[in-house]
């Protein structure tokens, strides 16, 4: 499925900032055999000082641009034009004993490899409650990927998609306790449970189609970014990616801009500023498809 995607991206503070250094991770990616970048730009208000373009170690894009002069608002609007490629393939997938054997044989520490994937990260510590709640949805003798849609159907019957009810900062411990939360809580919580009962699951970062075709529910999350999660069920299968806000297999609807262990590994926007005050932050979103429905 071809798209064309807009966002604009805006913050504006209580007081000026006189200098400010930020870290862009907006632009979708070009993946081999799943999704093409055909083109992508970024354009900052108020231009900046510096700027310069890296791949970090999970091979995501990221942008660093440099802001010396006082401001009260920065506007980033990225436009791209790509390529979503659907293809879940076959249940290939041990059980979990299975996929225990499996990643003890996998040898390499690239950016895929599952052992990263696997312990805390800075944001996901698996606790003893999100653990148990996964074990109980994997019973019954399913497969990795089976279990990884049993947990994710479960959490999104258990929890409730609220926009007030959560931050940014919001652990997943907490979220899943209240059973609340937006699609960062959903993938942060799914993560947490996977990981517990050691299936390899990474944070992914991105966009919805705005609008769905003929017939078929808006999702949910689609007016920003949204997070989903992905998993490694065993070296047949790989890497397999799963909407808990939604309670879905990603395929064409889903646009892929970064993965990581966590929030903090894909931010779309960080950075140190030298302020006092608070900030707002608005986003505006359009995923349409190119040529109609």
Not at 1 to 15: K, P, R, V, W
Not at 104 to 129: E, N, Q
Not at 171 to 196: N, S, T, Y
Request: aromatic letters at 8%; hydrophobic letters at 40%.
């Amino acid at each position: 499925m071809l798209y064309d995607i807009g966002l604009t991206f805006s913050t504006t503070y209580a007081n000026p900032v006189s200098v400010a250094r930020h870290l862009l991770r907006l632009v979708p990616a070009d993946l081999h055999g799943a999704q093409t970048l055909h083109s992508g730009r970024l354009d900052v208000t108020p231009a900046p000082l510096g700027r310069s373009r890296f791949t970090d170690f999970f091979g995501n894009s990221a942008t660093e641009i440099a802001l010396r002069a006082p401001h009260d608002e920065i506007t980033v609007r990225m436009e791209a034009r790509v390529d979503r490629f659907a293809d879940p393939g076959l249940d290939l997938s041990p059980d979990l004993g299975g996929l225990a054997r499996e990643i003890a044989a996998f040898r390499g520490l690239g950016p895929d490899a599952p052992h990263h994937f696997l312990g805390s990260s800075p944001r996901i510590a698996p606790a003893s409650d999100m653990t148990a709640y996964a074990r109980e949805m994997s019973e019954g003798g399913l497969t990795t990927f089976g279990t990884v849609c049993a947990v994710g159907m479960a959490l999104h019957r258990d929890m409730k998609f609220d926009p007030e009810a959560t931050t940014v900062e919001t652990p997943p411990a907490e979220a899943f306790a209240r059973r609340h939360g937006v699609c960062q809580d959903f993938a942060q919580v799914m993560i947490a449970g996977l990981r517990g009962i050691g299936v390899p699951a990474g944070y992914v970062s991105g966009f919805l189609r705005t609008n769905p075709p003929p017939g078929k529910p808006r999702l949910e999350g689609a007016d920003a970014m949204h997070a989903w999660v992905r998993a490694w069920c065993g070296f047949e299968t790989g890497w397999v990616e799963f909407d808990p806000t939604n309670a879905t297999v990603c395929a064409t609807d889903h646009i892929v801009v970064a993965y990581g262990r966590d929030y903090g590994d894909v931010s779309p926007m960080r950075g140190v500023l030298r302020i006092s005050g608070g900030q707002k932050i608005d986003q505006k979103v359009d995923v349409v498809p190119v040529g109609g429905p």
